[in-house]
């Protein structure tokens, strides 16, 4: 690992929530600010407000049609944020508010500006997930009424040269768009290690720091030292320590890329080495990472952007594209995990005060069970003579009776059936769970943001859902005992097995396979192989009794023997 380095006298360093590891140096760069809609108090005429109304609908088209583009080139989790996105762009209810105010005589510029900001303080009080979804929707906001201008849209300005971002926020447009080899750094005032910048940040492999305090104070131009692991930024560093960190680094980086597999610590305990994927493409693309197979397979998004349910035959051409990328393999496949911030148009939703506690993953099957049966003929479509049978897990199982009705319809397709624990209760009753399915994964995205109670897109609460958490280790601890009791396999899917130190942790609690993104398979794998079991077993206790995710790190850091960059 890098080594530790001190920063001269008098040098500024801002603190944030460590999103995705890797050290850049480079001067910073900021966003283009979004066009400014004056307040006016001019009224359109009656004879005028059609053609503003027309305006309106057209820039919003053509916003929601450029995203889906976006959407279809990305792949990944950008894919899937950007569609959503797509459809948010023309909601019906955001355009209606809009149309209202026209009718009234508002101009379609202010009139788009005011709907969402009566959107904005309903979603901010409602809180949760639709909390979060403010930010995406000031941006498409941003993005109509640049169209409506005939401006260019707002977003990230394209450096003549490497450059470290720092902004507010990034909402998922600009996030899924970024050149890593052009942005080689990311640091965010607002948002959390699991926001929506934070997981394209780590699919694109660019380090990323969130929750930064006094960032704003940063101006475009000035030199600044990243530290995506520590979560430190220095500002206009020593040279001489910055080169040294950037040369420790790519040091580091050169070890990751020449770990081939298969996964295991120093002294030979395996642990499965996986990937996240959400299509055909990015499977392939997957495939040229070292990943011994696909952990987490998200197939959320051939169900958005949609009015209507994709036939079995559509569904089963998707899977199929994933499990013949991964032919001979093993692959994980996760039922659709929609509602809250990924409502489904065809599924009728109903409205929820809270939708992050609502119907949501394997509670729509529960309104409509007919979903979740047709997924699970396609998916057994997809898997016909193929070896070995597809894993098949539901998201947001909170009961035993759930998993074991889920269990008995995955089993009479000939499919192997597990459940997601995301869910603190779920955590808890793991092991009545595991009576009932043959696996587990646990998704650290949610189960951080249930078990800490805390918004995992607030910038004040970013420690709290933080992966690091005690807390949420000590759930992913009773989970993973829960599994070598009965001599089945517990796994890690969300973000935290994207760290290469948590990931020792995650081992040294008993975790048996390990689920991230393509871009940091190679680190997760060489980190592994550089410690014993023993040292991930003394890593694991020592989190579990530290007080925060800070001391939790530095525990961790010690006993490996990693030290920071910063």
Known sequence: MTGSLQVKAGTVVLNGTPAVSGVAFAPAVRPVARLRVEESTDLVSESDRASERAALLTAATTVSDRLRERAARAGGAAAEVLAANAAMATDRGWLAAAEKLIAAGTPARAAAVAATDQFAAMFTKLGGLMAERVTDLRDIC??????????????IPVPAQPAILLADDLAPADAAGLDPELIVGLATSFGGPTSHTAIIARQLGIPCVVAVAELDGVTAGTEVLLDGATGQIVVDPDPLVAAR???EFRSRVARDAAWTGPGATADGHRVEV???????????????TPAEGVGLFRTELCFLDRESEPSVAEQERVYREVLDAYAGAKVVIRTLDAGSDKPLRFAHHPDEANPALGVRGIRVAARDAGILDRQLDAIARAAVGREPVPWVMAPMISTSAEAESFASKVRARGLIPGAMIEVPAAALTAEAILRHVDFLSVGTNDLAQYTMAADRMSPELAALTDPWQPAVLSLV???????????????????????????CVLVGLGIGSLSAAASAVAAVGAGLAEVSRESCERAAAAVLEAADPTAARAAVRSILGWTPAT
């Open 274 to 288: 996986l990937v996240n994927v959400q299509d055909g493409a990015g499977a392939l693309a997957a495939r040229r």
């Open 477 to 503: 601890a009773r989970t993973a005992a829960a599994g070598l009791r009965l001599g089945k396999p517990v796994g890690v899917c969300g973000e935290a097995a994207a760290d290469p130190a948590l990931a």
């Open 142 to 155: 941003a993005r109509v009424v640049a169209e409506l201008a005939g401006a260019p849209e707002p977003g």
């Open 245 to 247: 960190a950037i040369e």
